[in-house]
C-alpha cells in the first residue's frame, strides 16, 4: 500500500513539474487546492500533500501559511526553443532555416528565401524618403514612438483597406515593430500555454517557430488550392477545440494558393459556431493582379484580426507592421505593446514608409514588380519542368512556387547537398506540422534566376525519368 501511495505521489509530482516547464504554471502562480488537485488527477487528498510538501523541499515551489503553495521564482527553467529530438533533421526545422537564411554570406544564393532581392525593392523612393526625413521635426529622428504609432499613416492605412473591403478606422489599427512583434503581440494578449492554435500545413514556418515560444499546441488544417480544407478544419474545431487559427488568404505561403470565396465563408461560419479568433497575415496583398476575398471584410473585424507589414513590398530594413481589430481588443494590445516594446514603431520607419505610400511611386513600383514576377514565374516553371519537378498549382501572382521533386526525391536530402555548394533551398517538411511535404520545395522565383543555382539543382536531382 505505501508503496502504491509512493507511486502516486510522484505521478502527481511528475504532472506539476510537467506544467511549470511548460509554464502553464508561471513564476508565483498559486497552486490548485489540494482537493482541486486530488480531484482532477483523482488520487487522495494526503497524496497531493505529501507532493507538494516534497516539491517545496525541492524549491520548486513555497508554501504560504494559510494561502497554499505557489510555484517558487526560480522555477522556471530557460526557454530553450531547440528541438527535443536530437535525431531530428535540422534542415526541417524553422529555426535552423531562418538563421540560415538570415545569416548567409553574400558568396550564398538563395532560392528558398522569402524576400525580394535588393534591385527589386523601390531603392530611389526609399532614398528619396530619407532625404524628406533628414529636413524632419527632430522630434521624428529623436523621440519615442506614439503607443499606437504614426497617425498619419493609420489614417492611410485605414484608406487603402476600405478599397479591400475592409472598413475601419484609424482608432482600430494598432502599428507595430513588424509584422512578426504583430504576431507575437496577439498571440501574448488571446494564448496561455498549452492553448490549441490551427494553422495550414503547409503553412508558413515561422508562424510554427513563434507558436513554440508561446508554448501552444500546434494542429495543422490541409491546405488546398482554394484554402483550408473545411471537413478537416471542422473536424479540428470539434476535436481540439483552438483558441487561434492563423493564416494567408492572399497568395498563401508557401504554395502560392488563393482563399475562393465559398471556403471563406465556411471558414467564417465554423469559427462563429465555435468562438474561435481568425489572425489573418495579408503581408502578401500588394502582390496580387487583382484583390481576393479577405476574412477580415466578410467579417468586418468581429473575430478575425488582420495583420501585416511592408517588409516584402519596401524594406526588410525599415520595418513596420500593423494590427487591425476591434478597438477594444486594441485597447489591449496597446498596453502589451507599452510593456514590451514602450511605446509604437520606430517614428522613423513609420515616416518613411507613410512618405514612399503616400505618393504615386508605390503604386508604379508594385505595378512593375507583378509584371516583372509574372517573367519571372514563367522562366523558373520552366526551369523546374525541365529538371522534372511538378508545381502543386499555378499562383495567380507573388514569388512562391511549391513544387514535387521527382521519383521520390526527399526535398531535405536536396536541400542538405544543395547547401554543400552554397545554395540554400526551402525543404517542404519545414512548412508542415504534420511532416507530409518530404517530396517538395518552395522556389522564390525572384531569387531563382542565378544560373549556378541550375547547374547545382541539375546535379543534385539529376536528370528526370
Same mark, same amino acid.
Given at each position: ?54 516539491l ?9 501559511? =494559510? %494561502? &497554499? ?9 530557460? *526557454?530553450?526553443?531547440?528541438? !527535443?529530438?536530437?535525431?531530428? @533533421? ?6 535552423w ?37 533628414a ?20 489614417r ?10 475592409v ?9 507595430? =515593430? %513588424? &509584422? ?9 494578449? *488571446?494564448?496561455?500555454?498549452? !492553448?490549441?492554435?490551427?494553422? @495550414? ?17 500546434v ?33 498563401h ?47 468586418? *473585424?468581429n ?53 514612399v505610400?503616400?505618393r ?33 498549382l ?28 552554397d ?43
Amino acid at each position: 500500500m505505501a508503496k502504491h501511495m509512493g507511486l502516486k505521489t510522484n505521478e502527481v509530482m511528475h504532472a506539476i513539474r510537467a506544467r511549470v516547464a511548460s509554464r502553464a504554471f508561471a513564476a508565483g502562480d498559486r497552486l490548485p487546492s489540494i482537493r482541486t488537485m486530488a480531484a482532477t488527477l483523482q488520487v487522495s487528498p494526503s497524496t497531493v500533500v505529501e507532493a507538494y510538501d516534497r516539491l517545496a523541499a525541492e524549491g520548486l515551489v513555497r508554501a504560504r501559511r =494559510g %494561502s &497554499g503553495f505557489y510555484v517558487a521564482s526560480s522555477a522556471l527553467p530557460p *526557454l530553450a526553443l531547440a528541438e !527535443d529530438d536530437p535525431k531530428r @533533421d535540422r534542415t526541417v526545422d524553422p529555426f535552423w532555416v531562418s538563421r540560415q537564411s538570415l545569416d548567409a554570406s553574400s558568396s550564398v544564393l538563395k532560392p528558398g528565401c522569402g524576400w525580394l532581392p535588393a534591385d527589386w525593392m523601390p531603392g530611389d523612393a526609399l532614398r528619396r524618403a530619407f532625404r524628406a526625413l533628414a529636413r524632419s521635426n527632430e522630434s521624428v529622428l529623436t523621440d519615442y514612438g506614439g503607443t499606437r504609432g504614426s497617425p498619419g499613416l493609420r489614417r492611410l492605412l485605414s484608406t487603402r483597406f476600405a478599397e479591400d473591403g475592409v472598413n475601419l478606422s484609424p482608432d482600430q489599427l494598432l502599428l507595430t =515593430g %513588424s &509584422g512578426t512583434q504583430a504576431i507575437d503581440l496577439v498571440c501574448r494578449f *488571446l494564448l496561455r500555454p498549452g !492553448d490549441t492554435v490551427l494553422v @495550414d500545413d503547409p503553412c508558413y514556418f515561422n508562424f510554427r517557430a513563434l507558436l513554440r515560444v508561446h508554448k501552444a499546441n500546434v494542429v495543422g488544417v490541409p491546405y488546398t488550392s482554394t484554402g483550408p480544407d473545411v471537413a478537416c478544419f471542422e473536424a479540428a474545431l470539434v476535436a481540439e477545440k483552438p483558441r487561434l487559427y492563423i493564416t494567408n488568404s492572399a497568395l498563401h505561403n508557401p504554395t502560392g494558393a488563393t482563399l475562393s470565396p465559398q471556403i471563406a465563408y465556411q471558414v467564417l461560419k465554423a469559427a462563429a459556431m465555435n468562438d474561435l479568433i481568425i489572425v489573418e497575415d495579408d503581408i502578401f496583398a500588394d502582390f496580387e493582379p487583382e484583390p481576393s476575398p479577405r476574412l477580415a471584410a466578410l467579417d468586418g *473585424l468581429n473575430r478575425v484580426i488582420r495583420i501585416g507589414s511592408f517588409s516584402k513590398t519596401l524594406s526588410a530594413s525599415a520595418r513596420c507592421g500593423y494590427i487591425a481589430a476591434r478597438r477594444d481588443w486594441i485597447d489591449e494590445l496597446i498596453d502589451l505593446q507599452v510593456a514590451i516594446n514602450f511605446g509604437g514603431p520606430s517614428p522613423v520607419a513609420a515616416e518613411l514608409v507613410t512618405h514612399v505610400l503616400s505618393r504615386g511611386h508605390y503604386r508604379k513600383h508594385m505595378e512593375g514588380t507583378r509584371l516583372r514576377l509574372v517573367r519571372a514565374r514563367r522562366e523558373v516553371a520552366g526551369k523546374l519542368a525541365d529538371l522534372g519537378l511538378e508545381l502543386w498549382l499555378t499562383p495567380r501572382g507573388g514569388f512562391y512556387l511549391w513544387c514535387r521533386l521527382p521519383n521520390g526525391l526527399k526535398a531535405a536530402d536536396v536541400a542538405r547537398a544543395a547547401l554543400e555548394e552554397d545554395i540554400l533551398l526551402a525543404p517542404g517538411n519545414v512548412f508542415s506540422v504534420s511532416e507530409t511535404a518530404s517530396e517538395f520545395l518552395r522556389f522564390n522565383v525572384a531569387q531563382s534566376r542565378h544560373p549556378r543555382i541550375w547547374q547545382v539543382m541539375r546535379r543534385v536531382v539529376g536528370s528526370p525519368g
